[in-house]
């Protein structure tokens, strides 16, 4: 697909526009997307530095002055492991070594819900071919949920839940 302006550069940049129900796409290259990102109400970053995004989302400002950061410099938290603090993870945008998530976990895992929506990796797989590993999730979800039924004592809830596995089973087993 070419660029909509000026019909020779590959378009890179796509924007959908929904306005009074009313659909409408523009799909621009890189270059007429920066000379009209005003008109087309853009806040427009070629490169977008993922370190910049984690430390805004840690809090990080490195336009602070430093001394206040070489005040406290006893009262860091580093790491045991690799002796990383854990606000040069903000500034890079990555941790030092395995050892970080632990020793900074409580510091991470609300960063993780905030940026992923979880703080656990459940990974993604193709529609395709992950077939049975998606029907595996959902009877795990589905054994949790009954569990917390069966606890509730809510038994007709727990039974429907019950034989949504056994058919979900049957028809892995096939």
Same mark, same amino acid.
């Given at each position: 697909?070419?660029?909509?302006?000026?019909? %020779?550069?590959?378009?890179? $940049?796509? &924007?959908?526009?929904?306005?009074?129900? $009313?659909? *409408?796409?523009?799909?621009?290259?890189?270059?007429?997307?920066?000379?009209?990102?005003?008109?087309?109400?853009?806040?427009?970053?070629?490169?977008?530095?993922?370190? %910049?995004?984690?430390? !805004?989302?840690? !809090?990080?400002?490195?336009?602070?002055?430093?001394?206040? $950061?070489?005040?406290?410099? =006893?009262?860091?938290?580093?790491? *045991? +492991?690799?002796?990383?603090?854990?606000?040069? #993870?903000?500034? #890079?945008?990555?941790?030092?070594?395995? +050892?970080?998530?632990?020793?900074?976990?409580?510091?991470?895992?609300?960063?993780?819900?905030?940026?992923?929506? *979880?703080?656990?990796?459940?990974?993604? $797989?193709?529609?395709?071919?992950? !077939? =049975? #590993?998606?029907?595996?999730?959902?009877?795990?979800? &589905?054994?949790?949920?009954?569990?917390?039924?069966?606890?509730?004592?809510?038994?007709?809830? =727990?039974?429907? #839940?019950?034989?949504?596995?056994?058919?979900?089973?049957?028809?892995? !087993?096939?």
């Amino acid at each position: 697909m070419f660029c909509e302006e000026c019909k %020779k550069r590959p378009a890179t $940049v796509h &924007l959908t526009k929904i306005v009074n129900g $009313v659909k *409408s796409e523009v799909n621009l290259c890189e270059e007429c997307a920066h000379s009209h990102h005003k008109e087309l109400g853009l806040a427009f970053e070629v490169n977008f530095p993922i370190n %910049k995004f984690l430390a !805004g989302l840690l !809090g990080y400002n490195p336009n602070k002055e430093e001394k206040a $950061v070489n005040l406290n410099f =006893a009262a860091v938290e580093k790491c *045991s +492991n690799c002796g990383m603090a854990f606000n040069h #993870i903000g500034q #890079i945008g990555r941790l030092g070594c395995d +050892n970080c998530y632990l020793q900074f976990q409580n510091k991470i895992l609300p960063l993780l819900r905030r940026v992923q929506g *979880s703080n656990r990796h459940t990974g993604k $797989v193709p529609h395709r071919t992950g !077939g =049975a #590993i998606r029907v595996q999730r959902e009877i795990q979800s &589905l054994r949790a949920a009954l569990q917390q039924h069966v606890a509730k004592e809510e038994f007709e809830q =727990a039974a429907k #839940i019950r034989d949504r596995i056994r058919d979900l089973e049957k028809g892995a !087993g096939e």
